[in-house]
């Protein structure tokens, strides 16, 4: 079974800095794609990001581009989130999202994947 631990998450300032950590214990990044979703109290669960180590490829929703960075320590088994410039709009609570399948199309969708962690909250005050 597929484990994921999410951690980093936490209190920020408005325009500072945090670093999700997705660990995934055993888990082949070669054959698993893995994702970033967050949700905002009151509002749908959106993704954030994935990551693609088969295909090498990243994708990022609209609003993380340029602020938010991706990358995966195979060594680790950990998938990160660099996330600057934090807004008190990034503030929800972060998911880490795992698949063995990876469509470029809809990365985006929860549907399109099997694996979830308990997710982190980061909180953004301004």
């Known amino acids: 079974e597929v484990q994921l631990v999410e951690s980093g998450g936490g209190l920020v300032q408005a325009g500072g800095s945090l670093r999700l950590s997705c660990a995934a214990p055993?888990?082949?990044?070669?054959?698993?794609?893995i994702a970033w979703f967050r949700q905002a109290p009151g509002k749908e669960r959106e993704g954030v990001s994935c990551?693609?180590?088969?295909?090498?490829?990243?994708e990022y929703a609209d609003f993380a581009k340029g602020r938010f960075t991706i990358s995966s320590d195979k060594a680790k088994n950990t998938v990160y989130l660099q996330m600057n410039s934090l807004e008190p709009e990034d503030t929800a609570v972060y998911y880490c999202?795992?698949?063995?399948?990876?469509?470029?199309?809809?990365?985006?969708?929860?549907?399109?994947?099997?694996?979830w962690g308990q997710g982190t909250q980061v909180t953004v005050s301004s």
């Open positions: 055993g888990l082949d990044f070669d054959d698993y794609v």
């Open positions: 999202a795992a698949d063995d399948l990876f469509d470029g199309n809809f990365w985006w969708r929860q549907a399109a994947y099997d694996f």
């Open positions: 990551i693609s180590s088969s295909e090498n490829t990243t």
